[in-house]
Protein backbone atom coordinates (compact mmCIF):
# COMPACT_ATOMS: atom_id res chain seq x y z
CA UNK A 1 0.00 0.00 0.00
CA UNK A 2 2.67 2.35 0.12
CA UNK A 3 2.59 2.89 -3.78
CA UNK A 4 0.31 5.97 -5.29
CA UNK A 5 -2.37 4.15 -5.78
CA UNK A 6 -5.53 4.13 -8.77
CA UNK A 7 -7.53 5.85 -5.86
CA UNK A 8 -4.64 8.46 -5.07
CA UNK A 9 -4.74 9.39 -8.83
CA UNK A 10 -8.79 9.81 -9.20
CA UNK A 11 -8.67 12.19 -6.09
CA UNK A 12 -5.62 14.04 -7.40
CA UNK A 13 -7.35 14.52 -11.23
CA UNK A 14 -10.92 15.25 -9.34
CA UNK A 15 -8.97 18.17 -7.09
CA UNK A 16 -7.07 19.67 -10.23
CA UNK A 17 -9.71 19.71 -11.90
CA UNK A 18 -12.34 21.05 -9.81
CA UNK A 19 -9.37 24.20 -9.37
CA UNK A 20 -8.85 24.57 -12.86
CA UNK A 21 -12.85 24.79 -13.32
CA UNK A 22 -13.33 27.28 -11.14
CA UNK A 23 -10.78 29.47 -12.24
CA UNK A 24 -12.15 28.98 -15.44
CA UNK A 25 -15.63 30.16 -14.23
CA UNK A 26 -13.77 33.20 -12.78
CA UNK A 27 -12.63 34.83 -16.02
CA UNK A 28 -16.22 36.30 -16.04
CA UNK A 29 -15.71 38.84 -13.77
CA UNK A 30 -17.98 41.49 -14.03
CA UNK A 31 -21.72 41.84 -14.88
CA UNK A 32 -23.18 44.75 -17.21
CA UNK A 33 -23.40 46.55 -13.99
CA UNK A 34 -19.77 46.43 -13.05
CA UNK A 35 -20.15 44.37 -10.07
CA UNK A 36 -18.91 40.94 -9.55
CA UNK A 37 -20.25 37.79 -10.65
CA UNK A 38 -19.18 34.13 -11.33
CA UNK A 39 -17.03 32.02 -9.39
CA UNK A 40 -14.18 34.12 -8.60
CA UNK A 41 -12.37 35.75 -5.59
CA UNK A 42 -13.56 34.58 -2.27
CA UNK A 43 -16.24 32.61 -4.05
CA UNK A 44 -13.63 30.56 -5.79
CA UNK A 45 -12.00 29.09 -2.43
CA UNK A 46 -15.41 28.01 -0.92
CA UNK A 47 -16.32 26.45 -4.03
CA UNK A 48 -12.98 24.50 -3.74
CA UNK A 49 -13.60 23.63 -0.01
CA UNK A 50 -17.62 22.42 -0.99
CA UNK A 51 -15.38 20.44 -4.10
CA UNK A 52 -13.61 18.43 -1.81
CA UNK A 53 -16.10 17.90 0.98
CA UNK A 54 -17.72 14.80 -0.15
CA UNK A 55 -14.05 13.49 -1.00
CA UNK A 56 -13.45 14.13 2.84
CA UNK A 57 -16.06 12.14 3.60
CA UNK A 58 -15.87 9.16 1.69
CA UNK A 59 -12.20 9.19 3.54
CA UNK A 60 -13.65 8.99 6.88
CA UNK A 61 -15.67 6.13 6.15
CA UNK A 62 -13.02 4.40 4.46
CA UNK A 63 -10.94 5.47 7.86
CA UNK A 64 -13.07 3.56 9.62
CA UNK A 65 -13.98 0.29 7.47
CA UNK A 66 -11.64 -1.63 10.35
CA UNK A 67 -13.59 -0.42 13.23
CA UNK A 68 -16.76 -1.26 11.51
CA UNK A 69 -15.28 -4.89 11.31
CA UNK A 70 -14.34 -4.73 14.80
CA UNK A 71 -17.86 -3.38 15.72
CA UNK A 72 -20.17 -5.76 14.07
CA UNK A 73 -18.80 -8.88 15.99
CA UNK A 74 -20.06 -7.04 19.31
CA UNK A 75 -23.46 -6.83 20.87
CA UNK A 76 -25.23 -4.02 19.03
CA UNK A 77 -22.01 -3.62 17.10
CA UNK A 78 -24.06 -3.66 13.85
CA UNK A 79 -26.58 -1.59 15.01
CA UNK A 80 -23.72 1.17 15.67
CA UNK A 81 -22.20 0.82 12.43
CA UNK A 82 -25.98 1.39 10.29
CA UNK A 83 -26.34 4.40 12.01
CA UNK A 84 -22.76 5.76 11.28
CA UNK A 85 -22.79 4.55 8.00
CA UNK A 86 -26.40 5.89 7.32
CA UNK A 87 -25.58 9.43 8.80
CA UNK A 88 -21.93 9.87 6.63
CA UNK A 89 -23.98 8.44 3.50
CA UNK A 90 -26.47 11.32 4.53
CA UNK A 91 -24.22 13.88 4.54
CA UNK A 92 -22.61 12.80 1.54
CA UNK A 93 -25.67 13.00 -0.58
CA UNK A 94 -26.28 16.91 1.07
CA UNK A 95 -22.62 17.63 0.33
CA UNK A 96 -23.35 16.21 -3.85
CA UNK A 97 -26.57 18.21 -4.10
CA UNK A 98 -24.66 21.36 -2.48
CA UNK A 99 -21.83 20.78 -4.95
CA UNK A 100 -24.15 20.49 -8.05
CA UNK A 101 -26.05 23.56 -6.85
CA UNK A 102 -23.07 25.53 -6.75
CA UNK A 103 -21.89 24.78 -10.11
CA UNK A 104 -25.15 25.36 -11.68
CA UNK A 105 -25.36 28.41 -10.01
CA UNK A 106 -28.67 27.66 -8.81
CA UNK A 107 -30.53 29.94 -6.89
CA UNK A 108 -30.89 27.90 -3.62
CA UNK A 109 -26.77 26.96 -3.26
CA UNK A 110 -26.41 29.28 -0.26
CA UNK A 111 -29.81 28.12 1.60
CA UNK A 112 -28.43 24.51 1.07
CA UNK A 113 -24.99 25.40 2.45
CA UNK A 114 -26.22 26.72 5.34
CA UNK A 115 -28.28 23.44 5.58
CA UNK A 116 -24.79 21.44 5.12
CA UNK A 117 -23.58 23.80 7.59
CA UNK A 118 -25.77 22.67 10.24
CA UNK A 119 -26.12 18.92 9.25
CA UNK A 120 -22.12 18.05 10.25
CA UNK A 121 -22.21 19.12 14.37
CA UNK A 122 -25.99 17.72 14.04
CA UNK A 123 -24.58 14.47 12.42
CA UNK A 124 -22.06 14.21 14.92
CA UNK A 125 -24.32 14.32 17.85
CA UNK A 126 -26.57 12.39 16.65
CA UNK A 127 -23.45 10.00 15.76
CA UNK A 128 -22.57 10.28 19.08
CA UNK A 129 -25.55 9.02 21.02
CA UNK A 130 -25.96 6.70 18.89
CA UNK A 131 -23.08 5.17 20.14
CA UNK A 132 -23.33 5.63 23.65
CA UNK A 133 -26.56 4.08 23.42
CA UNK A 134 -26.23 1.05 21.58
CA UNK A 135 -22.45 0.66 23.04
CA UNK A 136 -23.68 1.72 26.48
CA UNK A 137 -20.74 4.44 26.75
CA UNK A 138 -21.04 7.54 28.58
CA UNK A 139 -20.99 10.47 25.86
CA UNK A 140 -18.32 12.19 28.19
CA UNK A 141 -16.26 9.25 27.72
CA UNK A 142 -16.43 9.98 23.61
CA UNK A 143 -16.64 13.62 23.55
CA UNK A 144 -13.04 14.25 23.89
CA UNK A 145 -10.95 17.28 23.37
CA UNK A 146 -9.74 15.58 20.38
CA UNK A 147 -13.22 14.97 18.99
CA UNK A 148 -14.67 17.99 20.16
CA UNK A 149 -12.37 20.82 18.65
CA UNK A 150 -12.00 20.20 14.66
CA UNK A 151 -15.90 20.13 14.57
CA UNK A 152 -16.16 23.62 16.91
CA UNK A 153 -13.67 25.07 14.33
CA UNK A 154 -15.28 23.40 11.30
CA UNK A 155 -18.42 25.14 12.22
CA UNK A 156 -16.77 28.52 13.23
CA UNK A 157 -14.92 28.76 9.54
CA UNK A 158 -18.99 27.27 8.23
CA UNK A 159 -20.13 30.23 10.01
CA UNK A 160 -18.02 32.66 7.86
CA UNK A 161 -18.90 31.53 4.98
CA UNK A 162 -22.83 31.32 5.47
CA UNK A 163 -21.61 35.07 6.50
CA UNK A 164 -20.45 35.74 3.10
CA UNK A 165 -23.16 34.09 1.18
CA UNK A 166 -25.77 36.64 3.00
CA UNK A 167 -23.32 39.48 2.32
CA UNK A 168 -21.66 38.89 -0.79
CA UNK A 169 -22.63 40.87 -3.93
CA UNK A 170 -20.71 38.48 -6.04
CA UNK A 171 -23.29 35.60 -4.34
CA UNK A 172 -25.95 37.52 -5.11
CA UNK A 173 -24.83 37.94 -9.11
CA UNK A 174 -23.72 34.57 -9.03
CA UNK A 175 -26.79 32.20 -8.01
CA UNK A 176 -30.01 33.01 -10.04
CA UNK A 177 -30.65 30.09 -11.76
CA UNK A 178 -33.83 28.57 -10.72
Known amino acids: MGSFSIWHWAILVIVLGSIWYAIYLSSRKVNAQGQPEGIG ?3 MLMAIGVTIA ?9 KNVESYGQLMAIPNGPATVYVEVGLFLALLVLQVIVAVALYKKKRTFPRLYMYQWIAAPVIVLIDV ?35 YLSASVRVRNTFTEA
Open 54 to 62: PLRTLSEIS
Open 41 to 43: GWL
Open 129 to 163: LAISYFLKVAPGDLLTVDAVVPVLASFAFGAIWVW
